[in-house]
């Protein structure tokens, strides 16, 4: 597979710079925008001419920075109709608390608000603000409409704030947004083409007797969505799945398993062409010691049953550990201390990345149509905020094939 060095040749990029203090990365996250090859103009807020001069992203984009819509010589030059038809993209970085109300309601009040509303291309908000501004429930609430309404959202980040505070609320890193926006024009048919993929998908089920066994609530949409997507995108999938009534997605070679000894089995014979492994299975930690092979009785001296069960095999950590060990991802649910849990799967089981999916929140995780995920690998951070599960799949498979090209040497990438 051969990577591009200038992905945005071509890409026309509108960068909206509203009034917070992340303004000051906005020069070198032109910069490196036109590294890419984009074309990158500025639309720039009074409050943000507060922070950053309209002189510094002249030099830096080569280009007039626009500041205002009755402006009778900027608008001689480009109008502010033409500037967003001429967009691909508008990015707006860093979106404040404000910028973000106004897009929420429609406002036409100064040269920005007005070319998104004109607009038709796909506008990106990066969030920068004070933490408490960021949660506080109308923030919240305008981004969650904007969302529906295709804005996307990439950040915030969380971390030190300018103001001393801890939490989310930082614009993301520009390396980051960078990333994305190369992210979002590739195309992603190609982006996983030829590439072997394995993903486990569904709950197991471990037999008690003829007709009980230990199982959990998993649907299998999560893992079915990203066999999906990543057919789509050109990859030859494995689909390892346990028991559920859902469709075999087109283009996807789907073996059916009950257990997690017959899944580990299936898992380990992928391996050798297999390049990236994906354990997306919520696998039964234990299975019964021995299975009855005739149904447990009910008797009526025994107010109690006790069942003696052994551990399961780890089938991703078995994975992992193997000589033809491909790139490994994996999920971590949990009920609690969520990042915590998830690094230490990251660590102990020797993965890659891990998607760590915050199953206490309703309306995401298990059995539900929406997800939401943070990936870490051992150094970063991503966040793929609540959507549906074939929008979450999309965002985490671009994640993967974006740290699988990294471990890929200079010979593999060709
Ligand atoms: O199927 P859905 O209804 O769409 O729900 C999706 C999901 C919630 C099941 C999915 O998003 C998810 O979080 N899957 C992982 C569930 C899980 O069992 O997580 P865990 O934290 O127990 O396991 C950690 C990792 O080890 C997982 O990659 C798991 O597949 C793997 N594992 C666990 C135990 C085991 N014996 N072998 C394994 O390979």
Redesign the pocket.
Known sequence: MSIATHLLVGKKILLGISGGIAAYKCAELTRRLKDQGADVRVVMTKSAQEFITPLTMQAVSGHMVATSLLDPQAQAGMGHIELSKWADMILLAPATANLIARLHSGFADELLTTLCLASTAPIVIAPAMNMNMYLAAATQYNLEILEKRHFLIWGPGEGIQACGDIGPGRMLDTDDLVQRVVAFFTPQESTLQGINITI???PTQEALDPVRYISN???????FALASVAAQWGANVTLISGPTPLPTPPKVRREKIIS?QQMLTASLNTLGPCDIFI?????A?YRAKDICQQKIKKTSQDEELTLCLVK??????SVAKHENRPYCV?????TQSLEQYAKA?LKS?NLDLIAA?D?AKEGQ????DQ?ALTVFSSRQKFDIKLAD?QEVARQLLNIIAEQYKKTLTREQKK
């Open positions: 486990t998908a569904g609530h998993s649907s299998g949409k999560m893992g997690a354990g997306c299975a919520a696998v930690d399961n095999p780890d089938i991703i950590a994996g999920f971590a649910a949990e799967k089981k999916n199953v995780g298990f059995n539900s997800n599960k």
